[in-house]
């Protein structure tokens, strides 16, 4: 791994590496009778590791439960997935949004099987080259499923640490990350390494949780975290806020012809690229507007108003059940079962589709 003994730290102190050190061995020791029983905790199989890994960036724990169990019955293994088509795959993924990371799953497949004949890479630096995988996914698959001092710092990780260490950097630069991931892996243990990994999760997850109101009570790091004994917990961590989100808004229909749907891909550029999804257009259309975009209409009405909240961008969308007599061409036509068994449909527009 990159982030090894050589970085330089200046960053922090020689008493920061002492109770870095102390804490991850309390932690270690919190974690034997803590810890959370969850499906991906019994395995040590990278993949299995890697898909859970992957599936719970933005995801809560429970919701992803389901989603593990399925995409691993389908696709049990890296050759499953390196074959399978990528419909199946945006399909396993439906709901969970963010479907470059799935799109970046089957890539990854594919790598391993060219590049490392099938077989999943053992190291950090290997892991990190694969579609998709950053250093936080590349730290914890190496240290969860092989036992490597790599450390995984997220946004949990750094939170529990900025409070430990009463340390007021801001956590949303790049370098605070890079000086955290480099103190800590001066201090990994040799051994165990997994177990340290999910025990800093664990903690970020359970106990040192955000928005000022960890449970300071519970957690076995009271006796020396800095910021609990100075008093800062709740102005810990630092994190300069984000640009706030532009706001879209957008007509969609329902359009249906007889016992079919018409839904159209989406360009391979920019948000959902790629994916399925109802007809639309920009800007809120009055319904005269709307009258005038098709014919042979059967039956127009307004079945709702929504809005769908991505990371940097949130739609406000209005839509209508549009009735026609004759399909229109733009369109790919499918009955309902059909869309339900093949189609992934973004969590966008399932609150319209769920009112057909
Ligand atoms: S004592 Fe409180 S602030 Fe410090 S690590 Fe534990 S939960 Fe977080």
């Given at each position: 791994?990159?982030?090894t003994?050589?970085k330089d730290?200046?960053?922090?102190?020689?008493?920061?590496?002492e109770?870095?050190?102390e804490?991850?061995?309390?932690?270690?020791?919190?974690y034997?009778?803590a810890?959370r029983?969850l499906?991906?905790?019994?395995?040590?199989?990278?993949y299995c590791?890697?898909?859970?890994?992957?599936m719970?960036?933005?995801?809560?724990v429970e919701?992803v439960k389901?989603?593990?169990h399925?995409?691993?019955?389908?696709?049990?293994?890296?050759?499953?997935?390196?074959e399978?088509?990528?419909e199946t795959v945006?399909k396993?993924?439906e709901?969970?949004g963010?479907?470059?990371?799935?799109?970046?799953?089957?890539?990854?497949a594919?790598?391993?099987i060219s590049e490392?004949n099938g077989?999943?890479p053992?190291?950090?630096?290997a892991?990190?080259?694969?579609s998709?995988?950053?250093?936080?996914t590349a730290?914890?698959?190496?240290?969860i499923?092989?036992?490597?001092?790599t450390p995984?710092?997220?946004?949990?990780?750094l939170?529990?640490?900025?409070?430990?260490l009463?340390?007021?950097?801001d956590i949303?630069?790049?370098?605070?990350k890079k000086?955290m991931?480099?103190?800590l892996?001066?201090v990994?243990?040799q051994?165990q390494?997994?177990?340290?990994?999910q025990?800093?999760?664990?903690?970020?997850?359970m106990?040192c949780i955000?928005n000022g109101?960890p449970?300071?009570?519970e957690?076995?790091l009271t006796d020396?975290?800095r910021?609990k004994q100075?008093?800062t917990?709740?102005?810990?961590?630092?994190?300069?806020e984000k640009a706030?989100?532009k706001t879209?808004?957008?007509t969609?229909?329902l359009?249906?012809?007889?016992?079919e749907?018409?839904?159209r891909k989406r360009?391979?550029k920019?948000l959902?690229s790629?994916?399925?999804?109802?007809?639309?257009?920009e800007g809120?259309f009055t319904?005269?507007q709307?009258?005038?975009l098709?014919?042979?209409?059967?039956?127009?009405e307004?079945?709702?108003?929504?809005?769908h909240?991505?990371t940097?961008?949130e739609?406000e969308?209005?839509c209508?059940r549009?009735i026609?007599?004759?399909?229109?061409p733009?369109?790919?036509?499918e009955?309902?079962?059909?869309i339900?068994e093949k189609?992934?449909?973004p969590?966008?527009?399932?609150?319209?589709?769920?009112?057909r």
């Amino acid at each position: 791994m990159k982030q090894t003994k050589e970085k330089d730290i200046t960053a922090y102190s020689k008493e920061d590496l002492e109770l870095t050190e102390e804490v991850l061995q309390k932690l270690l020791l919190w974690y034997q009778s803590a810890r959370r029983d969850l499906p991906w905790r019994k395995t040590k199989d990278p993949y299995c590791i890697w898909i859970s890994e992957i599936m719970l960036q933005q995801t809560r724990v429970e919701a992803v439960k389901e989603y593990y169990h399925r995409f691993l019955k389908v696709l049990p293994t890296v050759s499953h997935l390196a074959e399978a088509s990528e419909e199946t795959v945006l399909k396993l993924w439906e709901g969970l949004g963010y479907y470059s990371r799935a799109r970046n799953l089957k890539k990854a497949a594919q790598q391993i099987i060219s590049e490392h004949n099938g077989e999943f890479p053992r190291n950090f630096d290997a892991i990190r080259k694969l579609s998709g995988i950053g250093d936080y996914t590349a730290g914890s698959i190496s240290s969860i499923a092989f036992d490597l001092p790599t450390p995984a710092v997220d946004g949990n990780v750094l939170r529990v640490m900025s409070r430990v260490l009463n340390d007021f950097s801001d956590i949303t630069l790049t370098k605070t990350k890079k000086d955290m991931t480099a103190l800590l892996s001066l201090v990994y243990p040799q051994k165990q390494c997994g177990d340290v990994t999910q025990s800093l999760m664990e903690l970020g997850a359970m106990v040192c949780i955000p928005n000022g109101q960890p449970k300071c009570e519970e957690c076995p790091l009271t006796d020396c975290c800095r910021a609990k004994q100075e008093g800062t917990v709740e102005q810990l961590p630092v994190k300069t806020e984000k640009a706030k989100r532009k706001t879209q808004k957008k007509t969609v229909f329902l359009l249906q012809c007889g016992e079919e749907y018409a839904l159209r891909k989406r360009t391979e550029k920019g948000l959902l690229s790629g994916m399925w999804e109802l007809p639309n257009c920009e800007g809120i259309f009055t319904e005269k507007q709307i009258a005038s975009l098709f014919s042979n209409v059967l039956l127009a009405e307004k079945i709702g108003s929504y809005r769908h909240i991505f990371t940097h961008i949130e739609w406000e969308m209005e839509c209508y059940r549009i009735i026609i007599a004759e399909k229109l061409p733009d369109y790919v036509w499918e009955t309902e079962a059909t869309i339900k068994e093949k189609y992934a449909l973004p969590a966008a527009f399932r609150p319209f589709w769920e009112k057909r």
